[in-house]
Nanobody, 131 residues
Framework: QVQLVESGGGLVQAGGSLRLSCTAS????????MGWFRQAPGKEREFVAA????????IYADSVKGRFTISRDNAKNTVYLRMNSLKPEDTAVYYC????????????????????????WGQGTQVTVSS
């Protein structure tokens, strides 16, 4: 049984930082690319960042580029999302997700932003950024 468990969410002031973690079990973690998505109240789920199996390739949403960093530790079956310079508009429930797929070229990386590619999802962790 595959489980993805997020942690590290909380309340932070604008300009602050948080690091989210997502630990996987029930799958061969190093075979899976990992993504982070978020959903704000009244809005659709949106892509945040993704990382390939080795950690050598990443993609970010334009809204978080330069502020967020995705990384992974395959020995710990964990993917991280470091979030700096947080803004009130970053407030959302953050979900991690796993997929066996990855883009076949740098030009095709955009495909990894699609939630339908991801097979497994965590329960989410709340991030609230106060102004």
């Amino acid at each position: 049984q595959v489980q993805l468990v997020e942690s590290g969410g909380g309340l932070v002031q604008a300009g602050g930082s948080l690091r989210l973690s997502c630990t996987a079990s029930g799958l061969t973690f190093s075979n899976y690319a990992m993504g982070w998505f978020r959903q704000a109240p009244g809005k659709e789920r949106e892509f945040v960042a993704a990382i390939n199996w080795s950690g050598g390739s990443t993609i970010y949403a334009d809204s978080v580029k330069g502020r967020f960093t995705i990384s992974r530790d395959n020995a710990k079956n964990t993917v991280y999302l470091r979030m700096n310079s947080l803004k009130p508009e970053d407030t959302a429930v953050y979900y991690c997700a796993a997929t066996e797929m990855w883009a076949t070229s740098a030009q095709a990386l955009g495909v990894m932003t699609s939630a339908i590619l991801y097979d497994y999802w965590g329960q989410g962790t709340q991030v609230t950024v106060s102004s």
